[in-house]
């Protein structure tokens, strides 16, 4: 039975990330690491403070990364991904509009 998992999922993982390799994955796989970027970017700038901080990068990859998986979730004809990331992706470049904004007018931005 062990073994026969063992082959199942073999075959399984063959057949998602080899056999059906093409544009579209590798450009949901690139998404998908540009996304996970950020909590890498995050953990690393609040360590550096000693502190939780959200720098501006996390917010670009963000969008980076948004912005990516919708144009993927639109292509594979995905609506889970399509309404989850249209209005996560709208969220991010209005943080980044908010955090311009308050450095154009010399306000401290909060660290979180």
């Known amino acids: 039975m ?24 590798a450009f949901g796989l690139v998404a998908q690491l540009l996304f996970t970027a950020r909590f890498l970017v995050q953990w690393i700038s609040s360590e550096r403070a000693g502190q ?5 990068a996390f917010w670009f990859f963000s969008m980076a990364g948004g912005l990516m998986t919708l144009i993927y979730g639109v292509a594979k004809r995905e609506p889970v991904i399509i309404l989850g990331q ?27």
């Open 52 to 56: 939780s901080v959200v720098p501006m």
């Open 2 to 25: 062990l073994i026969q998992f063992g082959q199942d999922l073999g075959n399984y993982l063959y057949d998602v990330f080899v056999a059906k390799f093409d544009f579209w994955l």
């Open 86 to 112: 249209s209005l996560a992706t709208i969220i991010y470049i209005r943080n980044i509009m908010l955090i311009i904004k308050s450095r154009g007018t010399g306000s401290k931005v909060e660290k979180t």
